[in-house]
């Protein structure tokens, strides 16, 4: 019963920015860790940004480090991935999930294997 909901994606050009939400209403204030991962056709599944129960720490993949950005906003119980400068590596199915970690102090995006609830996805596209 419990899944993470994943809007925002769609088409955009090379530079230019998308924000992607994760809503999670049905999930404990403070007791998950939501990540954000991503798959592309024919590739693995990979790590994109997570943060913590708490909100304090947040992890990026080297290949999105300075360039998204993840936030949390416990009253609407939504996360967002702010995305910008877009390029050709990026367009990917993008997945939101959460772990369960209520006594959680960090996250790390190479543990997806624990995360338990999974989102359907939201496309991105990059394309001139």
């Known amino acids: 019963q419990l899944q993470p909901v994943e809007s925002g994606g769609g088409l955009v050009q090379p530079g230019g920015s998308l924000r992607l939400s994760c809503a999670t209403s049905?999930?404990?204030?403070?007791?998950?860790?939501i990540g954000w991962f991503r798959q592309a056709p024919g590739k693995e599944r990979e790590g994109v940004s997570c943060?913590?129960?708490?909100?304090?720490?947040?992890d990026y993949a080297d290949s999105v480090q300075g360039r998204f950005t993840i936030s949390r906003d416990n009253a609407k119980k939504t996360v967002y991935l702010q995305m910008d400068s877009l390029v050709f590596e990026d367009p990917a199915v993008y997945y939101c999930?959460?772990?369960?970690?209520?006594?959680?102090?960090?996250?790390?995006?190479?543990?997806?294997?624990?995360?338990?609830?999974w989102g359907q996805g939201t496309q991105v596209t990059v394309s001139s």
């Open positions: 999930a959460a772990h369960w970690n209520p006594f959680a102090s960090f996250c790390a995006v190479s543990a997806q294997g624990l995360y338990r609830y």
């Open positions: 943060i913590s129960a708490s909100g304090v720490s947040t």
């Open positions: 049905g999930f404990t204030s403070g007791h998950y860790d």
